[in-house]
């Protein structure tokens, strides 16, 4: 037995010891559970994309605001600075997208890069949308074109083997941060 390990009759609720650490992520289960997600395919259906250009950036995650477009941190990010740039119109399709949305939407994500360079040193990027349930869009009815950054070795076993994603900062501080390198255009 580990040293400093207790038998399950001293950790009441515990469950037998089997010599596993455990990483605790709370936060994770309203992703699982699927709250905040809309209840319809509308705006008015609790859409978060809709709901977020009306709150203060610091409270919806808003990174910089455009006319068309925003970008916002992912609250379920797959690396740190896990961005996605947004049209305030509530629209599930990139290609019902007009033309000033396409055009802020591809420089949004030109900046989005380019902060996250300058902040947070990223060599690389991962960059796309999912459209439509099939094609794995956790909100489907609003269009969000997803950038995540990349490092060299950030990719290691917590994801594949333990099932966690390790984040190394909180996501008000990598706001606050990419708002801070956010290009002006």
């Not at 089997?18 to 008015?44: C, Q, S, V």
């Not at 797959?78 to 049209?87: F, K, Q």
Request: charged letters at 15%; hydrophobic letters at 40%; one cysteine or more.
């Amino acid at each position: 037995m580990l040293q400093g390990m207790q038998e399950s009759s001293e950790r009441p609720g515990a469950g037998d010891p089997d010599n596993f650490e455990r990483l605790w992520t709370p936060h994770r289960m309203a992703y699982i559970k699927g709250e905040n997600k809309p209840h319809g395919p509308g705006p008015g259906d609790g859409c978060p994309f809709c709901t977020i250009p009306g709150m203060s950036d610091a409270d919806g995650l808003v990174v910089a605001r455009g006319s068309a477009v925003f970008a916002v941190l992912n609250l379920y990010p797959y690396n740190s600075g896990h961005m996605m740039v947004c049209p305030y119109r509530h629209v599930a399709d990139y290609a019902d997208l007009d033309e000033a949305e396409t055009v802020e939407l591809a420089g949004f994500t030109k900046r989005a890069m380019a902060a996250l360079r300058k902040a947070s040193g990223a060599q690389g990027f991962n960059v796309g949308m999912n459209l439509g349930h099939v094609a794995g869009a956790g909100i489907a009815g609003h269009l969000h074109q997803h950038i995540v950054p990349r490092w060299g070795g950030d990719t290691n076993f917590m994801p594949v083997v333990g099932r966690t994603k390790v984040l190394p900062q909180l996501l008000q501080d990598t706001r606050a941060l990419l708002a801070g390198a956010w290009p002006q255009g």
